[in-house]
């Protein structure tokens, strides 16, 4: 668990890099950062879930399950223009 939660940190802190840096466009950039952030805070939910600290583990997973939805929101509406 803990080398996922290590991998996708480091995909979102690189992709936070290339925008910052413009190496690669910001709507190409961002939402793969927001996936990666999103998992983070989902394996973190489950990480607390296993040390029974269930309250955390919730507001863990409701951000994470937030952010995906987000994400999912604006990839959609700049494809189909919503």
């Known amino acids: 668990m803990k080398?996922?939660?290590?991998?996708?940190?480091?995909?979102?802190?690189a992709f936070g890099i290339l925008v910052l840096t413009?190496?690669?466009r910001a709507d190409i950039s961002m939402p793969l950062m927001?996936?990666?952030l999103s998992?983070?805070?989902?394996?973190?939910?489950?990480e607390y879930k296993d040390k029974q600290q269930k309250n955390t583990a919730v507001c863990f997973l409701i951000l994470g399950l937030f952010l995906l939805v987000v994400t999912a929101y604006n990839v959609a509406s700049l494809i189909w223009n919503i």
């Open 39 to 46: 998992v983070t805070m989902l394996i973190t939910a489950k």
């Open 22 to 24: 413009k190496a690669l």
């Open 3 to 13: 080398n996922l939660k290590l991998f996708f940190s480091a995909l979102t802190v």
């Open 34 to 36: 927001f996936v990666g």
